[in-house]
């Protein structure tokens, strides 16, 4: 914090590089809290929004990405009852809608959208949670109330969310199911899902096999297009429901009607643009420091790490498709 400077990487265009600057050190307004910045975890989105291709996260240039971070409270706004300096904390804070991200040594951010860090992981296991376990959360619980009688199906069960949402329908006690190649298949069993070849099983296969022809309860889409139409027909009847965190283009709705089954859309960025249900975040988060504080919650087992002056390399790893994992950006 010297002469109240602080660090940053700014976006000053989209697909060009970042420009590291020296900037004023934000203030708390009233409600937020300004955080020492320890661990900024990188997510597809971001290189999404970097390179121009991502609308709608509303970004206005120049801009400080980074949507995921872990740090340190160092200061606190008025009105701030549920933090104080020295707390370590997490949460997905920024990097959208005009709101700063976490690529920078400090960010005041809104007090509803952090929590407590767990005490038993550090701070670059903390910044690859947030938005993960978020939409994890709306998508099972919030939208199609995950239980113990459940049987699930997790499309991309090793992926950024597939592998927390896995994580998040056994701490519930459902019977997970999870596609993904076969590369990953002792990740998505480690992560206690019974494995899915779904280049070499079609669905008529799986469904077959593992419900009796039935269909599943819950069908959970991380991976959009072709698949979400796949979901639609997974599905069990009258009961069932799909749920997609990227069913963003023209499907027919036929399958899912003749079942009689419900459909789902998770837009996690949401409370972040518009301002509102950001504590349903915080409480969110919350929860997902009791599942990592029991042991029923972990991240990605392949966290690569980078420094913030090599945040550059770190998004063109993502890019070129080089990354085994999360990648995380440890900030000084």
């Known amino acids: 914090m010297e002469n109240n400077k602080m660090k940053a990487l700014v976006l000053e265009e989209f697909d060009r ?30 290189l999404k929004i970097k390179s121009g291709k991502a609308s709608h996260a509303k970004v206005s240039l120049p801009a ?24 370590e904390v997490f949460g997905m804070t920024g990097g959208i809608a005009g709101v ?28 690859s949670l947030p938005l993960a376990f978020i939409t994890a959360w709306e998508g099972l619980v919030d ?35 999870a596609t993904g190649d076969v590369a990953n298949k002792k990740d998505i069993e480690d992560f206690g899902a019974v494995f899915i070849d779904y280049k070499t099983q079609s669905v008529s ?22 698949n979400l139409d796949r979901s639609f027909t997974a599905v069990k009847n009258y009961t069932g429901h799909v749920v997609s965190i990227l069913g963003w283009g023209t499907h027919s709705l036929a399958p899912l009607s003749f079942r009689g089954a419900t459909y789902s859309g998770v837009f996690t960025l949401l409370p ?45 790893m993502i890019e070129r498709g080089l990354a085994n994992g999360k990648i995380v950006i440890e900030i000084d």
């Open 205 to 226: 296969d799986y469904v077959g096999a593992f419900t009796d022809g039935e269909g599943f309860d819950i069908v959970f889409d991380t991976v959009g297009g072709e």
């Open 272 to 316: 972040l643009i518009t301002g509102k249900g950001r504590k349903h975040h915080g409480e969110i988060l919350r929860e997902a420091s009791k599942l990592v504080e029991a042991g029923k919650l972990r991240g990605n087992t392949h966290l690569g790490s980078y420094r913030l002056h090599e945040a550059e390399a770190a998004l063109q």
């Open 64 to 87: 400080i990405l980074g949507i995921d971070m872990a740090g340190t409270v160092a200061a606190t706004g008025k009105g701030v009852t549920m933090f104080k300096p020295g707390d």
């Open 100 to 127: 700063q991200g976490s690529l920078a040594q400090y960010a005041s951010v809104d007090q509803d959208l952090i929590a407590i860090k767990p005490p038993n992981i550090d701070f670059k296991e903390a910044a």
């Open 143 to 177: 939208r199609a109330a995950i239980s113990r009688s459940k049987k699930v199906l997790i499309h991309g069960g090793a992926g950024g969310v597939g592998h927390i949402a896995v994580q998040l329908a056994r701490s519930f006690g459902a019977e997970v199911y």
């Open 17 to 46: 590089e970042f420009v590291m600057k020296d900037l004023d050190l934000p203030q708390p307004a009233s409600g937020e809290v300004l955080v020492a910045i320890k661990a900024s975890g990188i997510n597809p989105l971001d």
